[in-house]
Nanobody, 121 residues
Framework: QVQLVESGGGLVQPGGSLRLSCAAS????????MGWYRQAPGKQRELVAT???????NYADSVKGRFTISRDNAKNTVYLQMNSLRPEDTAVYYC???????????????WGQGTQVTVSS
């Protein structure tokens, strides 16, 4: 069974830092673009950052220069380093694995359970 297990959320003051981790089943990690999304209360889920199998990255404009996504293929883990956090970064952060098409199997998305990040003084 595919699992994405997130950790690292919590409460932090504005300007602080947090690092989120997402451990994925080995069966999908090596075949997936990994990403982080977030959903604030009353808002739609939005893309934060993605990283491809080849480690190309993409960021939402709102986090560029503050957040860094990375992946450790030996540990099947993707990270999101969040610096200079702002109150508007408060949300539930979700790990995503977009598994590429394999033969006749279409691509597929997998999601973690989410981890709360709260930025407040």
């Amino acid at each position: 069974q595919v699992q994405l297990v997130e950790s690292g959320g919590g409460l932090v003051q504005p300007g602080g830092s947090l690092r989120l981790s997402c451990a994925a089943s080995g069966s999908i990690f090596s075949r997936s673009t990994m990403g982080w999304y977030r959903q604030a209360p009353g808002k739609q889920r939005e893309l934060v950052a993605t990283i491809t199998i080849g480690s190309s990255t993409n960021y939402a404009d709102s986090v560029k220069g503050r957040f860094t996504i990375s992946r450790d293929n030996a540990k099947n883990t993707v990270y999101l380093q969040m610096n200079s956090l702002r109150p508007e970064d408060t949300a539930v952060y979700y790990c995503n694995a977009n598994r590429l098409r394999i033969g006749v199997l279409p691509s597929r998305d997998y999601w973690g359970q989410g981890t709360q990040v709260t930025v407040s003084s």
